[in-house]
């Protein structure tokens, strides 16, 4: 398996326009996970889903964030309209929904929104 | 609620100094322990992992022991590399909510 794909690895944006980050979990793996890491806060989880719903988007920041899950194997992350504090590497994951297994991490996307 | 407290960062050792990082948990129910590590640029790697109390992970002579009566599950390794340079998470899987709860992150330089 080729891993977690997310794409783009790098995203450089103006304030005010929309981005969308993409993922791609592993194929067979029913959890997602949605990730935000800045020198400031460290790593926060945003969203998750299981099965395609999502089961706690308490870490959203604002509503200018968006998620969904419209398949098993695909998933998007939508900021609009993007602010400069936003700029962050964007981490998507993903795993098995038994008990206690490991989540496995994509590459990141590193935004940045001037 | 379940959460996971790591060593503040960041830490310089020479090479081949001894290396331990500490990690300690709170939890409900039975956890599995992870050590992850993230190397400049890329994702985050699992490293290591303990599933069940008094399991030893071990991986690229790093190893870690679920310590359940001390709730603690610090990362140790006998002889660093400059190669061992990253940033080192320690998470749990929380069982009740199907996630992973992550330490703050702990950086790790090696001098030659």
């Known amino acids: 398996d080729a891993g977690v794909i997310q794409s783009p690895r790098h995203e450089v944006t103006e304030m005010g326009q929309e981005v969308t980050l993409r993922c791609k979990p592993i194929s067979g793996h029913n959890s997602l996970f949605w990730y935000r890491q800045t020198m400031m806060r460290g790593l926060e989880l945003l969203i998750y889903f299981n099965n395609n719903v999502p089961i706690d988007d308490s870490g959203m920041p604002e509503d200018r964030f968006s998620a969904k899950m419209p398949n098993a194997s695909f998933s998007t992350l939508k900021i609009q309209p993007s602010e400069p504090r936003d700029s962050a590497v964007y981490f998507c994951?993903?795993?098995?929904?038994?008990?206690?297994?490991?989540?496995?991490f994509g590459q990141g996307t590193r935004l940045t929104v001037v | 609620g379940n959460s996971v407290t790591q060593m503040e960062g960041p830490v310089t050792l020479s090479e081949e100094a001894f290396l331990t990082i500490n990690c300690t948990y709170t939890a409900t129910g039975y956890p599995s322990l992870f050590w992850y590590v993230q190397y400049p640029g890329e994702g985050l790697q699992l490293l290591l992992k303990?599933?069940?109390?008094?399991d030893k992970g071990s991986n690229k002579g790093f190893e870690a022991t679920y310590r359940k009566e001390t709730t603690s599950f610090h990362l140790e390794k006998g002889s660093v590399q400059v190669s061992d340079s990253a940033v080192y998470f320690c998470?749990?899987?929380?069982?009740?909510?199907?996630?992973?709860?992550f330490g703050s992150g702990t950086r790790l330089s090696i001098r030659p």
């Open positions: 303990a599933t069940k109390a008094d």
């Open positions: 998470a749990l899987s929380d069982p009740g909510a199907s996630k992973i709860i």
């Open positions: 994951a993903s795993s098995s929904r038994a008990m206690n297994t490991e989540a496995f």
